[in-house]
């Protein structure tokens, strides 16, 4: 049985030979990663594509049987009332308008407030004033490090003595 790199297991190993590993196995574990997001992305995509079919559908089906609620209207009225069909048929349709119009002004309603949202405008300033920030920043400096914390010197004490 062998490591990652090749060499065999339970032997002592240098710090990179053990960094080299990690990130190899750091790499492999962000491709994984990257790979399983994927997946799941094209069956949540392919869930919705579905849902998206069977909502049309359902659309279809509806606006296509609104003439015949219509026509039932019409005749229920004349049934209660006795009145001429025609006007029946127009108190119909009057009916049909008006839900239509509320349906509208609805509509109406709602766009005016995703037009005053403008969140992809706000995010897009959010990311720029980030970047803007990210260009100014300078790397700390990093202290000096003791003669024994050395790279050097850890990596000597790492090394087998025999």
Known sequence: MSAPDGSPVGAERTIGQLFASATTEMSAL????IALAKAQ???DVKRGAVSGGAFSL???V?????P???FALAYGIRTWTGWNLAVCFLLSFAANVLVAGLLALIGVVFA???KKGRGPQKVAASVKQTAGVLQNAR????PELPADRSPEAVEAMARPSS
């Open 58 to 60: 359902a659309g279809a």
């Open 41 to 43: 992305l094209k069956q």
């Open 68 to 70: 015949m609620l219509s």
């Open 62 to 66: 509806l606006i296509f049987s609104l």
């Open 112 to 114: 005016k407030k995703a």
């Open 139 to 142: 790397p700390h400096p990093r």
């Open 30 to 33: 962000v491709h994984d990663e």
